[in-house]
């Protein structure tokens, strides 16, 4: 909800507050209609606030007072930390950006972008039928690539432009 609508407010569980698994679905709504670059914002800001939390851990939600500074996100008093949903949206925006997603036995990578805090990553061992593969990503001058590193079983890589 922006902090213009009349029922806005920061500190209300759902007129306000930040959910990071909502998060990662708007994530994937913006890679899916090609902003790309959109999308891993968001991935860095919810690994931005993640490092203000203990354990770096995302909690259900946290308040949604916009931002001041170097200051973290404000705690919402009784969110549930640590919470599945909130953990799981953090492999949802990783996938997202990277393009990475599998169909019966082929792994599609499309697209992939790192956020600005990784410049190298290695994803090992995604299942994709009865195979499984590592890829690592890289980037150079702002631009990411995919290699694979190893591939085995029954299991196909395919890389899209789209």
Known sequence: MSKNEVAYNPMSYHNGSVWPHDNAIIAVGLRA?????????????L???ALAFPHHRLPELFCGF???????????P????PQAWAVGALFQLFASVLGVSCRGREVYVSRPVLPPFVDELIIENIAAGDGRVDLEFTRKR???YCSVLKISGDVKVIFSAD
């Open 33 to 45: 209609a090609g902003k790309d670059r959109l999308a891993g914002q968001v991935l860095n800001s």
């Open 47 to 49: 690994y931005r606030a």
């Open 66 to 76: 916009s931002r001041r500074g170097e200051g973290g996100p404000v705690h919402y």
């Open 78 to 81: 009784v969110a549930c930390n």
């Open 142 to 144: 702002e631009k990411t």
